[in-house]
């Protein structure tokens, strides 16, 4: 790489060096006598969160044009750049900042240390750039270390010729048993306390600051450790672990919770829910349980989604009457249901295809249960259709059913009551797309049924619709399962994310935008 500088007497260009990741030998073969030795290092991966970093040195002499490190090309991590004075056995002070750019977007995070030169010694100082600085803001005299403000006055440690060993990868946390969520045509997952996400980004729907389309990961901005993750059609939203929830991104019905329909790029606390326990994003309305059980939700109400009299949007949170004990919901187009802790489930809202489960096809915005219904463990909520998955390990689906989504061997245009899908018997996960739903099964593997034009089913082929469960070959130790509106994700025991179906607009994370019949590895994980 060259800076445009000249190099020095000693062959080390003044505040600038050479020396990108080279070995600890190449570095103590440097004549300087003064010398700062930079070490920049990250726990984010390298290039899908961290393509770049550019290196800015401030100090009382001449300066150069700062070097990027383009860590698609250089990349081996710790970076490390030898600084010298100009004068050799200068004590002089410097300010070093170094910013971390993605491979698209802007800056994803800045490290600012100052300290000087020791006169006559080699010193090291390193610079960890954290995933958990993601959220952190700090004071001017101050900089973000592993999630925390410190001084940016920074001591200077022994150069022993050896760079430290590089920082780990955060675990992985699962958030009320998932750890991988997809709704609409974009998808996220965490790792560590950090949400990633990827897709469409239309509307700001990533939070990401921006509007660009995340062809692979991004890191979600200004929050951490979410408790909760709900994902609706063009925006997201979380409960954090204090309870405040947290939306982003399309707000033209008040489906953030704000007062307003202004859409926001970055997640905004929505006033008056800090008790937030779970949270639930619909087409256009969102839905949280609250301290006690009890359900506010927001957002457009054309067929009474929110609990309230159809009519005009609701753009804050309202309590939905009659609703207590509630442990889960899932919001669909224009619809809501929620599973009570008795282990019963009621649906409100929109219902032109039998999706309340009620036996009837008559909307209503008061929450009813679903008929003949009981010991359910875990719902999931689609475009028309609703599953449930019992205690037993089977799984049970109604409303819309034309695709094949119900599982029962039939393309019946609706069923008004639950029908039982066939061949399922142990499972632990169920998810509900659009046309399409899938199941994780305890002992062999993922199963999906329904439309298959653009790979949802994962069988390898996009020719037929299935009204059957359907094995995905070859997808093993799954933990957690993800269905969007043509697109489906699971989470490895490895930590791996994979994805299929409909990529138009990035929503498998690959890096491209080719519909996958198979799955493919989300970029970063």
Known sequence: M???????????????????????????????????????????????????????????????????????????????????????????????????????????????????????????????????????????????????????DQPLSAWTGSVPDRPARPPIFPVVGRSVWASGWHSAATEGTTLYAWGENSEGQLGTGNTQNGRIRRAVMKVQGPMSVGLGQKHSCICDGRGQAYCWGLNRDGELGLGNTSSHTLPTAVPG????????????????????????????????????????????????PGLAGITQLGGGDGYTCALRDDKMVLCWGYNNSGQLGDGTMVSHPIPALVTGLDDVAEIAVGRTHACARKT????????????????????????????????LTDAVQVVAGHAHSCALSKSTGVFCWGVNNLGQLGVGATA?????????????????????????????????????????????????TTNRKTPVTVAGF
């Open 2 to 152: 060259n800076t445009g500088a000249p190099a020095s007497a000693t062959g080390v260009r003044p505040w600038h060096a050479l020396l990108l990741g080279l070995t600890a030998a190449t570095i103590g073969g440097c004549h300087a006598l003064t010398e700062i030795v930079l070490v920049i290092d990250t726990d984010m991966e390298v290039p899908a969160d961290v393509a770049q970093f550019v290196v800015t040195v401030e100090g009382a002499t001449e300066m150069y044009m700062p070097p990027g490190v383009d860590l698609t090309i250089a990349g081996n991590l710790p970076a490390t750049l030898g600084l010298v004075p100009a004068t050799d056995g200068s004590d002089a002070p410097l300010s070093v900042t170094v910013g971390a750019y993605a491979q698209e977007g802007p800056r994803v995070l800045t490290q600012t240390a100052r300290t000087r030169f020791v006169p006559n010694e080699r010193r090291m100082l390193r610079m960890v750039l954290s995933v958990a600085c993601l959220p952190v803001t700090c004071d001017p005299d101050q900089t973000c270390q592993n999630g925390a403000c410190v001084p940016i």
């Open 273 to 320: 829910v800090n008790d937030c326990m779970q949270i639930a994003g619909g087409d256009l309305h969102t839905c949280a349980i609250r301290n006690g059980g009890t359900v506010s939700c927001w957002g457009k109400n054309s067929s009474g989604q929110v609990g309230q009299t159809a009519g005009a949007s609701v753009l804050a949170p309202v309590s939905v």
């Open 392 to 423: 037993s390990g089977t799984v049970w689906c109604w409303g819309g059913g034309s695709s094949g989504q119900l599982g029962n061997g039939t393309t019946t245009f609706f069923a008004v009551t639950p029908v039982l899908v066939t061949g």
């Open 464 to 512: 037929d619709s299935s009204n059957v469960p359907v094995r995905v070959p070859d997808l093993f130790e799954v933990t957690s399962l993800a269905g969007g509106s043509e697109h489906n994700c699971a989470r490895h025991t490895d930590t791996v994310v994979s994805c299929w179906g409909a990529n138009d607009v990035n929503q498998l994370g690959d890096g491209t």
